[in-house]
T-cell receptor, first 115, second 110 residues
Framework: DQQVKQNSPSLSVQEGRISILNCDYTNSMFDYFLWYKKYPAEGPTFLISISSIKDKNEDGRFTVFLNKSAKHLSLHIVPSQPGDSAVYFCAAKNAGGTSYGKLTFGQGTILTVHP | NAGVTQTPKFQVLKTGQSMTLQCAQDMNHNSMYWYRQDPGMGLRLIYYSASEGTTDKGEVPNGYNVSRLNKREFSLRLESAAPSQTSVYFC?????????FGSGTRLTVV
């Protein structure tokens, strides 16, 4: 039961264009969403997050959009740069129960930005 | 500031052998986690520790045990390694939802 899904295993984009990474979730109890970026041979690092009470959060070239009714979020990178090439993980936090800040991660999307 | 340190970085085990993956954090975080990363599966939670002295099972705990030795250290033990445990293992610590990950341990079980 994959509660957080990234249905695109990979995405290829030209430098300077927009990259859009998508994520769907099934659990209505998720109240906080995050994106992590991972380079080869390194651990994931935090990129940007959004609370369920918002529909957009922006940080420089990165913007995350949340559509609660569709249980869908997306990460926009504009403009894309070759250094953005990495694996991007979507993650969600459950508001209920004894979650203690546990995150549920998606499968990841490999982004390749070509010069 | 080292953050989260994992040892070893690479390990090859034979089926049935045991080993312990070590993790230490120097950020005074209460919560610590062990995840495994497999192709097409993303990051799956094995065990977590909300605070010193407590541990709980995550999504895929079978075949593993953990010890929260103190606030800094959280180890993962494989008692009898199986090929299905070939994976990359990540330790993380957090305050609220800001996870800091270690650089990972690549484990191969042959």
């Amino acid at each position: 039961d994959q509660q957080v899904k990234q249905n695109s295993p990979s995405l290829s984009v030209q430098e300077g264009r927009i990259s859009i990474l998508n994520c769907d979730y099934t659990n209505s109890m998720f109240d906080y969403f995050l994106w992590y970026k991972k380079y080869p041979a390194e651990g994931p690092t935090f990129l940007i997050s959004i609370s369920s009470i918002k529909d957009k959060n922006e940080d420089g070239r990165f913007t995350v959009f949340l559509n609660k009714s569709a249980k869908h979020l997306s990460l926009h990178i504009v403009p894309s740069q070759p250094g953005d090439s990495a694996v991007y993980f979507c993650a969600a936090k459950n508001a209920g129960g004894t979650s203690y800040g546990k995150l549920t991660f998606g499968q990841g999307t490999i982004l390749t930005v070509h010069p | 500031n080292a953050g989260v340190t994992q040892t070893p970085k690479f390990q090859v085990l034979k089926t049935g052998q045991s080993m312990t993956l070590q993790c230490a954090q120097d950020m005074n975080h209460n919560s610590m986690y062990w995840y495994r990363q497999d192709p097409g599966m993303g990051l799956r939670l094995i065990y977590y520790s909300a605070s010193e002295g407590t541990t709980d099972k995550g999504e895929v705990p079978n075949g593993y045990n953990v010890s929260r030795l103190n606030k800094r250290e959280f180890s993962l033990r494989l008692e009898s390694a199986a090929p299905s445990q070939t994976s990359v293992y990540f330790c993380a610590s957090s305050v609220n939802y800001g996870y800091t990950f270690g650089s990972g341990t690549r484990l191969t079980v042959v």
